[in-house]
C-alpha cells in the first residue's frame, strides 16, 4: 500500500467536505460490489479521512451493504450470469455443499477464514438460495473481525513507526488466516478418492 497514494486519495476527499466523506464511504461501497483494489487500501484511506474508529465503522458498515446489495442482484437479477462468473472456481461445489449444510455459520467462518474472495461468497450464496436473514447475520459476524483487522493494518502501515510491533503481529495473525483458507481450498481441489464400487469415498 503507497502511503502517498492513501495520504493523497485522503486528503482529496478531506478536501471537499461532507462530499469528500460520502465519497470515502461510497469508495468502500463501490470496492465491495468490483474489487478493483485491494480492501485494505481503502480501509487505509477512510481511517485516515475519519480516524481509526470511525473510519472502521465506515469501512464495516458499508462492506457489509455492499455485500447484501451484491447478495441481492445475483439473487434477484443475474444468476445465470453469476453461475457462468463462478464456474472457475472449481472447489465451489465442495463450498456449495458446506453452505447446504451449516448456511450462516459456514459465511460467517468463510469470510474470517479466505477460503473463496469476499465477491465469490457474496455470490455463491445466491446461486445457493441461502436466506437473506442467515446471509446478513453470516456476513456481520464474520466481516467484523476482518474489516477491523485491515482498517487496522492500514492504519498501522501509515503510522508504521508507532506501531511497529502490533503491525508485525496482525501482519503474521493475516498470514496464519491466509494460509489456512489456501489449505481448505487446495483441500478442496482435490479429487476425492474413488472405492471399488465406483462411488466417492
Request: hydrophobic share 50%; proline share 3%.
Amino acid at each position: 500500500m503507497g502511503h502517498w497514494n492513501v495520504q493523497h486519495i485522503s486528503d482529496a476527499l478531506d478536501s471537499l467536505g461532507w462530499i469528500g466523506h460520502i465519497g470515502g464511504a461510497l469508495l468502500v461501497l463501490v470496492q465491495t460490489l468490483v474489487p478493483f483494489i485491494p480492501f485494505i487500501v481503502v480501509a487505509g484511506v477512510n481511517v485516515l479521512l475519519f480516524g481509526f474508529w470511525t473510519g472502521f465503522i465506515v469501512n464495516y458498515v458499508f462492506a457489509c451493504l455492499g455485500a447484501v446489495i451484491a447478495y441481492w442482484v445475483a439473487k434477484n437479477l443475474g444468476r445465470t450470469w453469476v453461475q457462468r462468473k463462478l464456474a472457475k472456481y472449481s472447489y465451489l461445489d465442495k463450498f456449495n455443499e458446506k453452505l447446504k449444510r451449516y448456511g450462516l455459520w459456514f459465511i460467517a467462518g468463510s469470510r474470517i477464514i479466505p477460503v473463496l474472495p469476499s465477491f465469490a461468497i457474496n455470490l455463491g450464496a445466491a446461486v445457493m438460495k441461502v436466506r437473506t436473514r442467515h446471509f446478513i447475520i453470516g456476513t456481520l459476524i464474520g466481516k467484523a473481525p476482518m474489516v477491523f483487522m485491515e482498517s487496522l493494518i492500514g492504519h498501522d502501515l501509515l503510522h508504521f513507526g508507532q506501531h511497529k510491533g502490533r503491525l508485525l503481529v496482525l501482519l503474521i495473525l493475516l498470514a496464519v488466516m491466509l494460509a489456512v483458507g489456501s489449505y481448505y481450498k487446495k483441500k478442496w481441489t482435490r479429487a476425492e478418492p474413488v472405492g471399488k464400487s465406483g462411488k466417492k469415498v
